[in-house]
């Protein structure tokens, strides 16, 4: 169900904790499933429970809780913006609106072609940075003035 | 950005050379050193955290609770295991200090956290980090890797005869886990709702065991105590205010950025430093200290020091020294708008009057916001806002309703010119 670097991987999260408290390494093993798979299916979800030896439902109350697991499938690049407030002050809302009409969809949508998906964000604590973006939930993109978005997207394939 | 005026948690970091946070770098600028000489003078718990009270260092998370005080809640004779948290899951708007002591200075944190782990006597720590610096996230990681090999980590920690590992936890999108006890909650690999206390964590923490946490700029000042004596550390800062303090400066400012400076530094030369307000324009008003904040206007800010006290006194809150500057062009109902999604966002949904409560802050602003607004609104903002502060589990909700208050004491006029003439009175953002 998962290929043996991802399950390498998770066995390596397993050693942070207590051989009695292997849940705390649901969160981690979620996020290493989405990566490989790019979301979070019910079958995903399940096998990784079955995995961490946990019922189906605590991973699945897991993936629904927090915001940056996928449980519907999305474009090949995930682009969030952050419009809080400090980010807003300096450019953030505006980075997402030039986004917007550049990839010509709203927050919550996938481009036609299945390579992009737009998602409006909360603080990301790099407000220094702003306006940031996040890429895929790993990779912090900042100062993000509309040429570092045209670059940016440029270089995602 | 970041820089220091006086540094203590980025003492002699070299911002411009890309491998100033490896060990190597940090022990050749003193790191370790404090680790060290607690094992050379046999120096005993209750001598640590005389020091930890002596610098009068207080929490940096938010809260700015005693750090030497807490720590002394733990139970020194508690026979079973003991945890160490720590909490760099920031999330509260304006806040991105942790980041960079992740990035800059990491071996601070993980010195802090082997002393504190010598100190009340636990084995095991975790540090929670952020969902969203992935990249702080592997940088923890290489550093926890540089300081195992160098036997920093691990059993009979330089032959002091203690012993202390040190994990990184990666979150994965949630404000509410920088609340301690949903922190807890999430590590055990749950949803991130709160506890309610009492029990404190102290005594039911991790795993119902004996725990505590503190902030990541918590931890990194640690070793400059005890290396140099509670005494220095208090006198860099104000009675009552010890140390040093990373202020993250964002929103109409030249130069945003991280700031260390000594605590009860004036407002303005806080501004100053970070290169004065953007395109010339004039300051209206700063939350000092995170979204939660209550916001202060313009002329009580430039008549104020940088400290817990002082803005506490000026009717705010230094929180996690979160500052974020807003110029004459703000409109404060989108401002207080933008604040109020956020909370209602992301609200854990655990207590009804935070669930249902921050809906209402948040549809209430957006239709004033919005030219919908009606004249006895903002009585009702003050009338949910006082049904939701005091009556949750945790003080999420009253972080929700701190800054609608502000917003209302200090500029209720422009909140009642849009309910009137249905539009702003500042362009916006």
């Given at each position: 169900?998962?290929?043996?670097?991802?399950?390498?991987?998770?066995?390596?999260?397993?050693?942070?904790?207590?051989?009695?408290?292997?849940?705390?390494?649901?969160?981690?093993?979620?996020?290493?499933?989405?990566?490989?798979?790019?979301w979070?299916?019910?079958?995903?979800?399940?096998?990784?429970?079955?995995?961490?030896?946990?019922?189906?439902?605590?991973?699945?109350?897991?993936?629904?809780?927090?915001?940056?697991?996928?449980?519907?499938?999305?474009?090949?690049?995930?682009?969030?913006?952050?419009?809080?407030?400090?980010?807003?002050?300096?450019?953030?809302?505006?980075?997402?609106?030039?986004?917007?009409?550049?990839?010509?969809?709203?927050?919550?949508?996938?481009?036609?072609?299945?390579?992009?998906t737009?998602?409006?964000?909360?603080?990301?604590?790099?407000?220094?940075?702003?306006?940031?973006?996040?890429?895929?939930?790993?990779?912090?993109?900042?100062?993000?003035?509309p040429?570092a978005?045209?670059?940016?997207?440029?270089?995602?394939? | 950005?970041?820089?220091?005026?006086?540094?203590?948690?980025?003492?002699?970091?070299?911002?411009?050379?890309?491998?100033?946070?490896?060990?190597?770098?940090?022990?050749?600028?003193?790191?370790?050193?404090?680790?060290?000489?607690?094992?050379?003078?046999?120096?005993?718990?209750?001598?640590?955290?005389?020091?930890?009270k002596?610098?009068?260092?207080?929490?940096?998370?938010?809260?700015?609770?005693?750090?030497?005080?807490?720590?002394?809640?733990?139970?020194?004779?508690?026979?079973?295991?003991?945890?160490?948290?720590?909490?760099?899951?920031?999330?509260?708007?304006?806040?991105f200090?942790?980041?960079?002591?992740?990035?800059?200075?990491?071996?601070?944190l993980?010195?802090?956290?082997?002393?504190?782990?010598?100190?009340?006597?636990?084995?095991v720590?975790?540090?929670?980090?952020?969902?969203?610096?992935?990249?702080?996230?592997?940088?923890?990681?290489?550093?926890?890797?540089?300081?195992?090999?160098?036997?920093?980590?691990?059993n009979?920690?330089?032959?002091?005869?203690?012993?202390?590992?040190?994990?990184?936890?990666?979150?994965?999108?949630?404000y509410i886990?920088?609340?301690e006890?949903?922190?807890?909650?999430?590590?055990e690999?749950?949803?991130?709702?709160?506890?309610?206390?009492?029990?404190?964590?102290?005594?039911?923490?991790?795993?119902?065991?004996?725990?505590?946490?503190?902030?990541?700029?918590?931890?990194?000042?640690?070793?400059?105590?005890?290396?140099?004596?509670?005494?220095?550390?208090?006198?860099?800062?104000?009675?009552?205010?010890?140390?040093?303090?990373?202020?993250?400066?964002?929103?109409?400012?030249?130069?945003?950025?991280?700031?260390?400076v000594?605590?009860?530094?004036?407002?303005?030369?806080?501004?100053?430093?970070a290169?004065?307000?953007?395109?010339?324009?004039?300051?209206?008003?700063?939350?000092?200290?995170?979204?939660?904040?209550?916001?202060?206007?313009?002329?009580?800010?430039?008549?104020?020091?940088?400290?817990?006290?002082?803005?506490?006194?000026?009717?705010?809150?230094?929180?996690?020294?979160?500052?974020?500057?807003?110029?004459?062009?703000?409109?404060?109902?989108?401002?207080?708008?933008?604040?109020?999604?956020?909370?209602?966002?992301?609200?854990?949904?655990?207590?009804?009057?935070c669930?249902?409560?921050?809906?209402?802050?948040?549809?209430?602003?957006?239709?004033?916001?919005?030219?919908?607004?009606?004249?006895?609104?903002?009585?009702?903002?003050?009338?949910?806002?006082?049904?939701?502060?005091?009556?949750?589990?945790?003080?999420?909700?009253?972080?929700?309703?701190?800054?609608?208050?502000?917003?209302?004491?200090?500029?209720?006029?422009?909140?009642?010119?849009?309910?009137?003439?249905?539009?702003?009175?500042a362009?916006?953002?």
């Amino acid at each position: 169900m998962l290929s043996p670097e991802s399950l390498a991987q998770i066995d390596r999260e397993l050693t942070k904790y207590p051989a009695d408290r292997k849940r705390s390494a649901l969160m981690s093993a979620l996020r290493i499933a989405q990566i490989e798979k790019g979301w979070l299916s019910n079958e995903t979800i399940e096998f990784i429970a079955h995995y961490l030896e946990q019922p189906p439902v605590a991973a699945y109350e897991m993936a629904t809780f927090y915001n940056m697991f996928q449980l519907k499938p999305i474009g090949k690049h995930k682009i969030t913006v952050c419009t809080n407030l400090p980010c807003a002050l300096s450019g953030g809302a505006d980075a997402g609106k030039y986004l917007q009409q550049k990839l010509g969809i709203g927050y919550g949508e996938t481009t036609t072609d299945g390579k992009f998906t737009l998602m409006e964000g909360e603080c990301m604590g790099a407000c220094g940075y702003a306006p940031v973006m996040l890429h895929n939930n790993h990779s912090m993109c900042k100062h993000m003035t509309p040429e570092a978005i045209d670059k940016k997207l440029a270089e995602l394939e | 950005m970041a820089t220091f005026v006086k540094g203590v948690v980025f003492e002699d970091v070299d911002f411009e050379n890309p491998d100033s946070w490896r060990l190597e770098e940090y022990v050749k600028r003193g790191g370790y050193a404090a680790l060290q000489k607690i094992v050379n003078e046999k120096m005993t718990q209750d001598a640590v955290i005389a020091e930890m009270k002596t610098s009068a260092l207080r929490g940096r998370g938010g809260a700015g609770f005693p750090t030497g005080l807490k720590w002394s809640f733990m139970p020194r004779s508690f026979p079973g295991q003991k945890y160490l948290v720590c909490n760099t899951d920031e999330g509260e708007p304006g806040t991105f200090k942790d980041l960079d002591i992740i990035k800059y200075n990491p071996h601070a944190l993980i010195e802090g956290m082997i002393i504190g782990g010598f100190t009340m006597g636990a084995t095991v720590g975790y540090n929670y980090i952020h969902g969203e610096v992935f990249e702080a996230y592997l940088r923890f990681e290489e550093a926890l890797e540089e300081a195992r090999k160098a036997g920093f980590l691990g059993n009979n920690i330089l032959g002091g005869g203690f012993d202390f590992e040190l994990h990184a936890h990666h979150g994965y999108g949630a404000y509410i886990c920088g609340e301690e006890t949903a922190l807890l909650e999430s590590l055990e690999g749950k949803k991130g709702q709160p506890r309610f206390k009492p029990p404190f964590p102290a005594s039911f923490g991790l795993y119902g065991k004996p725990t505590t946490i503190n902030n990541t700029e918590t931890y990194a000042s640690v070793p400059y105590i005890v290396r140099n004596g509670g005494q220095k550390f208090l006198e860099l800062g104000k009675p009552n205010n010890g140390g040093t303090k990373l202020f993250s400066i964002s929103g109409h400012v030249n130069r945003p950025g991280n700031y260390e400076v000594p605590l009860g530094m004036p407002f303005s030369e806080l501004l100053e430093l970070a290169g004065g307000m953007r395109n010339g324009k004039k300051l209206k008003a700063v939350i000092p200290g995170g979204s939660s904040a209550p916001v202060l206007p313009a002329e009580i800010m430039m008549n104020t020091t940088m400290d817990f006290d002082a803005i506490s006194k000026a009717g705010s809150m230094l929180g996690s020294g979160a500052v974020i500057v807003m110029d004459e062009d703000t409109c404060m109902v989108k401002a207080l708008e933008r604040l109020s999604y956020f909370y209602f966002e992301e609200s854990c949904g655990q207590c009804t009057p935070c669930r249902e409560g921050t809906g209402w802050l948040y549809r209430v602003i957006h239709r004033i916001e919005h030219g919908q607004g009606r004249p006895e609104d903002l009585d009702l903002l003050l009338s949910v806002g006082g049904n939701i502060a005091g009556r949750t589990i945790c003080a999420l909700g009253d972080a929700a309703v701190m800054p609608v208050q502000g917003m209302l004491k200090h500029f209720r006029s422009e909140f009642e010119y849009h309910i009137e003439n249905k539009r702003c009175i500042a362009p916006g953002y």
